[in-house]
Nanobody, 122 residues
Framework: QVQLVESGGGLAQPGGSLRLSCVASGRTFSSYIMAWFRQAPGKEREFVAGIKRSGVGTANSDSVKGRFTISRDNAKNTVNLQMNSLKPEDTAVYYC???????????????WGQGTQVTVSS
């Protein structure tokens, strides 16, 4: 099993930046595909970005391409989401997730963090 704890959420102005981090417990972090999801009020949870076990190979949803970057540091059991050019529609609770596997897909994640709130507003 793995436990995930997110941090780094908060309030940002439109056009601003935030960096989310997720720290995982356990010794097998490098065995998991990691991803970020988000859920806005009244909407379904949405896949944002994912990254392969080695860190080489990522996938982003169309809504964040060119603005958000996912990365990981297996030595530190950490996955990050750098969010630039933020828009009000990026406002949501952001969740870190993990799963076994070889490919980054939007589904099949077994482990979830508690979420961190991101609010984009002037």
């Amino acid at each position: 099993q793995v436990q995930l704890v997110e941090s780094g959420g908060g309030l940002a102005q439109p056009g601003g930046s935030l960096r989310l981090s997720c720290v995982a417990s356990g010794r097998t972090f490098s065995s998991y595909i990691m991803a970020w999801f988000r859920q806005a009020p009244g909407k379904e949870r949405e896949f944002v970005a994912g990254i392969k076990r080695s860190g080489v190979g990522t996938a982003n949803s169309d809504s964040v391409k060119g603005r958000f970057t996912i990365s990981r540091d297996n030595a530190k059991n950490t996955v990050n989401l750098q969010m630039n050019s933020l828009k009000p529609e990026d406002t949501a609770v952001y969740y870190c997730a993990a799963k076994w596997g070889d490919y980054v897909t939007p589904n099949g994640y077994d482990y979830w963090g508690q979420g961190t709130q991101v609010t984009v507003s002037s």
